[in-house]
């Protein structure tokens, strides 16, 4: 198994998360011409929103081809999908940067949280993760995960079976500069989240 999963999460919101997903995101295609899949795991879709720009995501989110309508349809509804038909290409304006892909988000990832907690369905849930995620590292070289702030059950899942887990450690400025791969990289500082790293196999 390829460990190129990387889960980008701070229990707090506003300290630069997106920027620094997008930033990544936009150099490995552009600077080391690897194919990137960004999954937004936000409840507020920003990651979303600056690469697929509003019109694309008001239409695969009015359609439920989103990271939560692939979700609902694993683990609520219990039907197969091919998670592949939910991933948007041609999503960054960057023209180096054209082997980007996004598994857009959904605002209404918290009222999903709240139906799958109505229905104690937090192992399949955690199971559909794993294995979501084991397939997306079969076919893309780097994996790039936005989570929701705080320890929610999805984002607990996302941390339980990524490689790598990467936190801000300090808030943007009151206005950010625009953003970009070189300052992505600039406008915040990143460590290792500092929690064990498990495997999908051990995952309950």
């Not at 889960?7 to 295609?29: D, H, Q, R, W, Y």
């Not at 694309?56 to 439920?64: A, H, I, K, S």
């Not at 991933?87 to 960057?94: A, K, T």
Request: hydrophobic share 40%.
């Amino acid at each position: 198994m390829k460990q190129n999963a990387i889960a980008v999460m701070n229990t707090k919101g506003g300290v630069g998360k997106s920027t620094i997903v997008l930033g990544l995101a936009e150099t490995l295609s552009a600077d080391h011409h690897l194919n990137v899949l960004v999954i937004d795991s936000d409840a507020q879709a920003s990651i979303s929103y600056m690469l697929a720009g509003p019109k694309r995501l008001t239409d695969v989110q009015t359609e439920g081809r989103t990271l939560v309508g692939l979700l609902d349809e694993y683990v609520v509804k219990q039907r197969s999908a091919d998670w592949l038909d939910y991933v948007m290409s041609g999503v960054s304006d960057v023209d180096d940067a054209r082997s980007v892909y996004l598994l857009p988000g959904d605002t209404e990832l918290t009222l999903f949280e709240g139906a799958v907690s109505k229905v104690a369905a937090e192992p399949p849930l955690r199971r559909a993760i794993s294995v979501l995620l084991d397939e997306a590292r079969s076919v893309f070289d780097v994996v790039l995960i936005d989570c929701l702030p705080g320890l929610s059950v999805v984002t607990e899942s996302w941390l339980r079976v990524s490689d790598y887990h990467l936190s801000p450690i300090c808030a943007p400025t009151s206005s950010p500069p625009a953003a970009s791969p070189s300052s992505a990289a600039s406008s915040s500082a990143i460590r290792r989240w500092d929690l064990p790293i498990t495997s999908a196999s051990s995952s309950p």
